[in-house]
């Protein structure tokens, strides 16, 4: 059962625009949601991350929002840049006997020049 | 963002043998590591956790045997895999957290080949 997932395998946007990044959860018990960034053959890299008590966080370019009620959130990169192409994972931090990061199947972000 | 290590980054091996993966915390203490494997176009499957002494808690449908970490120190975690075997060709991949700070940060991964 995928507890966090991202329905968008792939997105293209224009540079400049707004790209936005979603990702639905089903577990109320997460605490803390993470969004990293990932080219292949590389591990992740941490963009920005949000509590659970929160519905914004705001970090340069990067924008991530929570909607707990609908169990999901967005990143929001504007303005988009070429170098922000890459595979993008939502994550989700829970406590079970000590905490525990689960991975979304990431989304293929690709902006173009 | 801190600093994880991870090595070696490509490895080659023959059926049968083991393999050995190592992860470090270079500028923290890393009092929780995490082991994920991806396949092609997946996500990243967590396959265990281990706090630092103590014996690694295994996900559902890892073989702890076959899949053996060691977190003997605050900053350095180990995967062996043992009899690899064509299957486990794969991206694996190590995080690590303090007591501290929300994210877990990653390695570089590995990416392993049984022949």
């Known amino acids: 059962d995928q507890q966090v997932k991202q329905n968008s395998p792939s997105l293209s946007v224009q540079e400049g625009r707004i790209s936005i990044l979603n990702c639905d959860y089903t577990?109320?018990?997460?605490?803390?949601f993470l969004w990293y960034k990932k080219y292949p053959a590389e591990g992740p890299t941490f963009l920005i991350s949000i509590s659970s008590i929160k519905d914004k966080n705001e970090d340069g370019r990067f924008t991530v929002f929570l909607n707990k009620s609908a169990k999901h959130l967005s990143l929001h990169i504007v303005p988009s840049q070429p170098g922000d192409s890459a595979v993008y994972f939502c994550?989700?931090?829970?406590?079970?006997?000590?905490?525990?990061?689960?991975f979304g199947t990431g989304t293929r972000l690709k902006v173009l020049a | 963002g801190a600093v994880v290590s991870q090595h070696p980054s490509r490895v080659i091996c023959k059926s049968g043998t083991s393999v050995k993966i190592e992860c470090r915390s270079l500028?923290?203490?890393?009092?929780?590591m995490f082991w994920y494997r991806q396949f092609p176009k997946q996500s990243l499957m967590l396959m265990a956790t281990?706090?630092?002494?103590?014996?690694?808690?295994?996900e559902q449908g890892v073989e702890k045997d076959k899949f053996l970490i060691n977190h003997a120190s605050l900053t350095l975690s180990t995967l062996t895999v043992t009899s690899a075997h064509p299957e486990d060709s794969s991206f694996y991949i190590c995080s690590a957290r303090d007591r501290v700070v929300t994210e877990a940060f990653f390695g570089q991964g590995t990416r392993l080949t049984v022949v």
């Open positions: 500028d923290f203490q890393a009092t929780t």
């Open positions: 577990n109320s018990m997460f605490d803390y």
């Open positions: 281990s706090n630092e002494g103590s014996k690694a808690t295994y």
């Open positions: 994550a989700a931090r829970w406590f079970s006997g000590t905490y525990k990061y689960i």
